[in-house]
C-alpha cells in the first residue's frame, strides 16, 4: 500500500529552466512532508520540508508548495543547474507515527 | 562534523550466511531508524529505535531480521540466513528527536550470492 506516490520516474529540463517535481499522497493524518535528494550510491540527502500549517516554504532556489485538499506537494527548483540531477524522493509523517514513508522518486537529468 | 556513518559500504554474502550492517548517528542524536531500498523502488521503514529499546519494527520482516541500539556502540541490523531476496541498500537515519528530520546515512549495499 503504497501512501506516498510519484507517478514520474523521470524528468529533463533544459538548465535554466523551471524543474517541478510532484508528490500525492494519500493518509489524511499526514503533517510533515519532505523533500530528499539522492546521489547513486549515496544516502539521501535532506533539501526540504513543510508542516501541514503552511502551504509554501522557500530556501534559495527550492520551493516546496503543499495543497492539502488534493493531497498534493510539489518541488520547484528555479534555476535549474546540473548539478541538480539526482533522484528526489518525497517524503511524509504524521505526528502519531515514527517513520516516514517514502515515494519511488524521481530521476530529474538537467541539461546543460 | 561527522554525519551519519555506515559500515559497511558494500557487503557480499552467499546463501545461508549471516550479515550484519552497523550505523553510528550523527552527534547528539539518539533516535535510529533503517530503511531498505530494493531495485527500482523507494525506500521501506524497517525499524526505529533508541538506546536500548526498540520502539517500532512494524516494518521488519518477522523471521531472521533483527536490530539493536545497544547503550554504548553503534546500532546493528543482523540478518540470519540470508537470501537473494534480501540483496539492496540498507539505509540508516537518525534525528535527535522523534518525528524531527532523519539524517542518512551513505547505505549498506547487500549483495547475497
Known amino acids: 500500500d503504497q501512501q506516498v506516490k510519484q507517478n514520474s520516474p523521470s524528468l529533463s529540463v533544459q538548465e535554466g529552466r523551471i524543474s517541478i517535481l510532484n508528490c500525492d499522497y494519500t493518509?489524511?493524518?499526514?503533517?510533515?512532508f519532505l523533500w530528499y535528494k539522492k546521489y547513486p550510491a549515496e544516502g539521501p540527502t535532506f533539501l526540504i520540508s513543510?508542516?501541514?500549517?503552511?502551504d509554501k516554504n522557500e530556501d534559495g532556489r527550492f520551493t516546496v508548495f503543499l495543497n492539502k485538499s488534493a493531497k498534493h506537494l510539489s518541488l520547484h527548483i528555479v534555476p535549474s543547474q546540473p548539478g541538480d540531477s539526482a533522484v528526489y524522493f518525497c517524503a511524509a509523517a504524521s505526528n502519531t507515527g515514527n517513520q516516514f514513508y517514502f515515494g519511488t522518486g524521481t530521476s530529474l537529468t538537467v541539461i546543460p | 562534523n561527522a554525519g551519519v556513518m555506515q559500515n559497511p559500504r558494500h557487503l557480499v554474502r552467499r546463501r545461508g550466511q549471516e550479515a550484519r550492517l552497523r550505523c553510528s548517528p550523527m552527534k547528539g542524536h539518539s533516535h535510529v531508524y533503517w530503511y531498505r531500498q530494493l531495485p527500482e523502488e523507494g525506500l521501506k521503514f524497517m525499524v526505529y529505535?533508541?538506546?536500548?529499546?526498540?520502539?517500532?519494527e512494524s516494518g521488519m520482516p518477522k523471521e531472521r531480521f533483527s536490530a539493536e541500539f545497544p547503550k554504548e556502540g553503534p546500532s546493528i541490523l543482523r540478518i540470519q540466513q540470508v537470501v537473494r531476496g534480501d540483496s539492496a541498500a540498507y539505509f540508516c537515519?537518525?534525528?535527535?528527536?522523534?518525528?524531527?528530520?532523519?539524517?542518512f546515512g551513505p547505505g549498506t549495499r547487500l549483495t547475497v550470492l
Open positions: 513543510i508542516s501541514s500549517i503552511k
Open positions: 529505535l533508541q538506546k536500548e529499546n526498540i520502539i517500532d
Open positions: 493518509n489524511s493524518m499526514f503533517d510533515y
Open positions: 537515519a537518525s534525528s535527535p528527536h522523534p518525528g524531527d528530520t532523519q539524517y
